[in-house]
T-cell receptor, first 114, second 113 residues
Framework: GENVEQHPSTLSVQEGDSAVIKCTYSDSASNYFPWYKQELGKGPQLIIDIRSNVGEKKDQRIAVTLNKTAKHFSLHITETQPEDSAVYFC?????????????FGKGTHLIIQP | EPEVTQTPSHQVTQMGQEVILRCVPISNHLYFYWYRQILGQKVEFLVSFYNNEISEKSEIFDDQFSVERPDGSNFTLKIRSTKLEDSAMYFCASNTGLKETQYFGPGTRLLVL
């Protein structure tokens, strides 16, 4: 079955520094990898996603990299700000195999220290 | 910007009671999903729904659960006889196609006593 491992579970960085969260997956059929940000008491909000035909994607301070050979993908946040503090979830999806839903990692609690 | 909405935001119920959680997906979306998040844990897929029928369901989605779209607008999750372990946040999501981005609602916090 699908499995997504996410590390670290908690990450504390100084405001202005960069944060990196890593995920690995087990199913080689995985072809879509979104990252969601979840603030306290709210639903997951998509912040960036990447598909398997692309190695890197960037949106302002946020970037995602994908290494299909190694089956891992990472979220990079540069110039972190206090409002970046939240729980971040990676997820994967693949077509076919009866897997309509996303498979999520366990989440990373990102803390931005002022 | 269109968004997924869910009601109620919080629900407290007694064990054994039935609950219905409601969702209004984004209007032009075709696929609808329910996910569950037990406190402090990851988000887990429950069920997907397309063309007025269940497309796929996980092992969590047993006979106590059912979904329907009664009026072409609301998408509901019913738990027939709630158990203590059903206490969780329940999120609805929708998208335009299986390969497309899933947009999540704010969730319903269910507490079973």
């Amino acid at each position: 079955g699908e499995n997504v491992e996410q590390h670290p579970s908690t990450l504390s960085v100084q405001e202005g520094d960069s944060a990196v969260i890593k995920c690995t997956y087990s199913d080689s059929a995985s072809n879509y990898f979104p990252w969601y940000k979840q603030e306290l008491g709210k639903g997951p909000q998509l912040i960036i996603d990447i598909r398997s035909n692309v190695g890197e994607k960037k949106d302002q301070r946020i970037a995602v990299t994908l290494n299909k050979t190694a089956k891992h993908f990472s979220l990079h946040i540069t110039e972190t700000q206090p409002e970046d503090s939240a729980v971040y979830f990676c997820a994967e999806w693949h077509s076919g195999g009866g897997a309509d839903g996303l498979t999520f990692g366990k989440g990373t609690h990102l803390i931005i220290q002022p | 910007e269109p968004e997924v909405t869910q009601t109620p935001s919080h629900q407290v119920t007694q064990m054994g009671q039935e609950v219905i959680l409601r969702c209004v997906p984004i209007s032009n979306h075709l696929y609808f999903y329910w996910y569950r998040q037990i406190l402090g844990q990851k988000v887990e897929f429950l069920v997907s729904f397309y063309n007025n029928e269940i497309s796929e369901k996980s092992e969590i989605f047993d006979d106590q659960f059912s979904v329907e779209r009664p009026d072409g607008s609301n998408f509901t999750l019913k738990i027939r006889s709630t158990k203590l372990e059903d206490s969780a946040m329940y999120f609805c999501a929708s998208n335009t196609g299986l390969k497309e981005t899933q947009y999540f609602g704010p969730g319903t916090r269910l507490l079973v006593l």
